[in-house]
């Protein structure tokens, strides 16, 4: 089976798996899915996890800190753009820190925790399950990759 193939096939067995556990437990499943492919952008593997977990959810950080910073200027109609615009310069110097390099992930932990009505926690567990969700579904393309037998010799190679 050819990588891709495997990975497809990978990731359509733990997407349908993801879509039905979230729905289960009231997690909003974009989150996740969002998280992941964030996590294959990052370059994969555990680096990947590293590079989109952590800034990720330093992002949902940030967001938290411009809507809370916003707050404190009650009132001041252009108090929520100018927290945005100090904490999207903070998200890119941030990555100074090589864990923290994935400038993207970043915006998508904002992004996300936005669109998710500020709710820190959930964005944060789905940040984390589709970083865990994308390393699993490369790790078990790799596995079923491997696992295929090598072509048998032709008698005119024997």
Do not use: D
């Amino acid at each position: 089976m050819r990588a891709l193939t495997a990975t497809g096939l990978t990731v359509g067995v733990l997407a349908g798996l993801w879509i039905w556990v979230s729905g289960m437990v009231g997690l909003p499943p974009w989150v996740a899915v969002i998280a992941w492919a964030g996590f294959f952008a990052a370059g994969g593997k555990a680096a990947g996890v590293v590079k989109m977990g952590l800034s990720g959810l330093v992002g949902v950080v940030w967001g938290w800190l411009a809507v809370l910073g916003a707050g404190l200027l009650a009132g001041w109609t252009g108090a929520l753009p100018v927290a945005v615009a100090v904490i999207a310069f903070l998200m890119c110097v941030q990555a100074n820190w090589v864990h923290l390099s994935f400038i993207p992930g970043a915006f998508i932990g904002a992004a996300c925790l936005f669109g998710n009505e500020l709710n820190v926690w959930t964005t944060a567990i789905c940040i984390v399950v589709g970083v865990v969700l994308g390393y699993v579904s490369e790790w078990s393309a790799a596995a079923i990759t491997k696992k295929e037998p090598a072509p048998s010799a032709s008698p005119a190679q024997a």
